[in-house]
């Protein structure tokens, strides 16, 4: 169940209040998000949309901890991250955020295996048992004979499906999708969009996925639109 | 050391660019090497001096010689308990750029004196009764492909004619950096074949003291024996006469520190140009390692392992390739006895290396360090 009326009941997943976020250009200071409230539970599939400069994509780096709020708290699963030290971010975000970019992002250096690998390189895990979790990363997107492959040796569909492989691997609370389709073709988006609804429905992620294309929010539970820094429900639908 | 794949993946994206720096590196320390070796054979002399000897030379020059009637008076000051001589001869051997030096020694006292050099108690036999016997060094030996018995005609330079010895034994030193390039023969076999202008002359004498604290004490009083004189003496510690004979080259000290210096700067300009160039390149990379959980601290070390790298295989395979040079021997034939890169150098160029590499990675590392991830990944 996703809110943004701030009357959620405190058993969601993502819980957010009164979300302020401003930047400072020169004399002229931009109010990004106003007082924001959203309630996510686990397990739902969330589309933000919005116009370009609506602040999508600010919302989901302050929901990843790649950037702070001007005011308002955000908790994931129990720990408030809105007031955590920088080291302590950034450990919670190898435990709880898997994020997944419009333009893949891999390390162009790495293979897909190394690549999926990187964030269990954080974690206490063999090296044997790192191989397991990244083949059955690799396995669920499709790619597990690709896994010596570098980006430059894969289509764009591919990469997007390596960069999945990457946030689930370590399998994070949830996924931060920024316009994951926005870089690819029709088809490979279609790929990309029913590989995030099967994780959820199969695997019971929870994802939150910004992007310009209807067609891909379509795949979502609930879409909600951002405007004027400021969240407005849209439909809430079965996931498919 | 999981991460490792990560450093060589990053160090071998731009081979060319990674190779010319290593290049630098390799060029910058086989040159540091070098200047170390010629700073080492400029500066032997200050490495072998014993501390207890002191050398006696004619106050006017060097090349001024001294009575032999002085060596009775010398054993008799206190403090005093060897006394030797030699004579520099100045020969050639077939042609001019056969350079090596040739000293007549008065030759009990002199092996006593100069323990450090290594002759078999046979050998040394056969030359004490050989009238025109020598010693070789080992260097010298190897140089001219000489053996015990061979019979070998010096030009004289500064003693006219040709003069002839036998190859009566050969010396090792017992440190590498002794100086086995040296001819000996017999001082009495240059004072009989010069009899008219040399007999009762010396080079110089070379004194050993009961303690290296007195040196200074006993110098004084060896001087101040012979003020007044028509042979005044002027007496140092070994060392400080190496040190004269330094000097004489003019500041090789600054000069090597000079070049040195440019070399370092330039090598760490180039080094910080490239390592910045690459964090730029690798900015949004550099965030997605932060945003899936990586550290400000592992992102600077990552940076700074990638230049310290370069810094130490670089710098060893320069000073490795130097090393294989000075294997080959004195290029100059016999001006650098001791052409020989050892252990300090070689460790304060890695040093050196690596410093290079902090400091050329410092900057870029700590800029990948500070960089904010949602700013780096808006980035196209």
Redesign the interface.
Known sequence: MVRVDGRGDGSSLVRVRGLDKKYQRGSEEIHVLQGLNLDVDAGDFVAFMGPSGSGKTTLLNLLGGIDLPSAGSITVAGDEITHMSASKLTAWRARHVGFIFQMYNLIPVLTAFQNVELPLLLTHLSKAERRKHVEAALGIVGLAERMEHYPRQLSGGQEQRVGIARAIVADPTFLLCDEPTGDLDRKSADEVMELLSRLVREHKKTVLLVTHDPVAAERAQTVLHLNKGVLVEGRTVEAK | M??R??IF??L??KKIRTTLTLGSFVVALFLFGFLAVVHGAFNQGLEVAGANRLVVVNKVSIIQPLPISYKDKLAQIPGVTLVTHANWFGGVYQDERNFFPQFAIEDETYRQMFPEFLVPDDQWKIFTDDRVGAIVGEDLVKRFHWKVGDRVPIKGTIFPGTWEFNIDGIYKGSRPQDDTTQFWFHYKYLEERENQYWKGLIGWYTVRIDDPGNATRVAAAIDDTFANSPWETKTETEKAFAAGFVKQAGNIEFLLLSIGSVVFFTLLLVTGNTMAIAVRERM??LA?????????GFVLLLVLGESLFLAVIGGGLGLALCKLFTLRGDPTGGMMPYFYLALPAVILGLLASLTVGLAAGILPAWAAMRL???DA??R?
């Open positions: 999981k991460y794949h990560l993946a990053n071998f994206r949004r990379e997605v390692l932060k945003a899936v959980g990586f550290s400000d904010r991830v949602a990944l808006r196209v």
